[in-house]
């Protein structure tokens, strides 16, 4: 039976929901508040699919004739991509690691049409692109939440794998929201005594590597652009140590002069590969980003991104 979503609940792997008319299957154990609201908590919550829950309905087959991957709207006026609200159209496995570039015109009507991008633009917020990225082109912004929205759903799979089947690999990237750090994260450094986690995050069209905390306003800071952001939606990095280690490296990063093979965290929206690095700074030992490009490692500090030479760099031992 499927009960209604309800604050102040303890929710565990195999638990289904549901809220405001829809179904939603949990990815991270945890304890529900009132302003986690499965819509509000992409990484939490994974929504089930109409057709996964409404039995006959949404199993009507014409044999022999043509099966559209999403539903018609009805009428002549559509609404914009970024007004709909509810997901019709049904989103392919395969078609989620292609960028939004590639996908043929009519393929992207009827994903902005049908609501394709809903799960991204909610996720995102409704003033992301007020604040962020207003000067962006429409085909950018597109672009922006189809590949938010797609690096999210593969961050809940790898999640609920994880808590279903157990760590498959050293280390295993598990999505969080909020300050909810799962047992298992690797320390990357400390401030004031505090332990800092390693976490990466989607923003602005690549993956970035930054440092979590109970003790963090939303959660997990990155570095970008020489600015801090905050972020309540990131995956913390879990793992043993015994497989890991810190190697000692400065200036730009020399993958072949490491001597070890480094762990790959993320890339830039140019394709850059991203490595984690640690670095000191001003008494405490911070989680951070270096690549080949950078002049040695990045680091969020005191609302801004700050370069330290002297840094060390996460390897496989």
């Known amino acids: 039976m499927v009960l209604q979503w309800e604050p102040g609940t303890q929710y565990n792997i195999g638990d ?28 939490l919550w994974g929504r089930v699919p109409e057709s996964a829950w409404e039995g006959e309905k949404h199993q009507q087959h014409q044999e ?7 539903v018609q709207p009805q009428g002549g ?49 409704a003033g992301y692109f007020a604040y962020k990225e207003h000067e962006k082109s429409e085909e950018e912004k597109k672009a922006n939440v189809w590949a938010f929205q797609n690096w999210l759903h593969d961050a809940q799979q790898r999640t609920e794998a994880f808590y279903r089947d157990g760590p ?6 598990v999505l969080v929201h909020g300050k909810n750090i799962p047992e298992g994260a690797i320390q990357g ?24 905390s109970s003790n963090y306003k939303k959660g997990a800071v990155i570095g970008y652009k020489k600015d801090e952001i905050e972020l309540d939606t990131y995956e913390v990095l879990l793992g043993d140590m015994r497989g890991l280690r810190w190697v000692d490296h400065s200036g730009k990063l020399n993958v072949d002069g490491l001597g070890y093979r480094p762990v790959e965290a993320g890339r830039e929206n140019d394709g850059t590969p991203i490595y984690i690095a640690q670095a000191p700074h001003k008494g405490g030992l911070h989680p951070g980003k270096a690549t080949a490009v950078l002049d040695g490692a990045y680091i969020a500090y005191d609302g801004e991104e700050k370069k330290i030479k002297e840094y060390r ?5």
Request: glycine letters at 12%; charged letters at 20%; proline letters at 8%.
């Open 16 to 43: 289904v929901v549901e809220y405001e008319g829809a179904q939603y299957k949990i990815i991270q154990p945890h304890r529900s508040q009132s302003d986690w609201a499965p819509p509000a908590t992409p990484a």
């Open 64 to 70: 022999g004739g043509y099966q559209p991957g999403y």
């Open 77 to 125: 006026d559509q609404k914009p991509w970024n007004d709909q609200s509810s997901q019709q159209v049904q989103i392919q496995h395969e078609e989620r690691h292609k960028p939004w570039g590639e996908l043929d015109d009519e393929r992207k009507k009827q994903l902005e049409i049908g609501g394709g991008l809903l799960a991204g633009l909610t996720a995102l917020g």
């Open 168 to 173: 498959r690999a050293p280390t295993t990237w």
């Open 189 to 212: 450094g400390e401030e004031h005594g505090q332990p800092l986690y390693i976490c990466r995050a989607f923003y602005d069209g690549g993956i970035m590597v930054g440092k979590a």
């Open 313 to 317: 760099v996460l390897c496989w031992a």
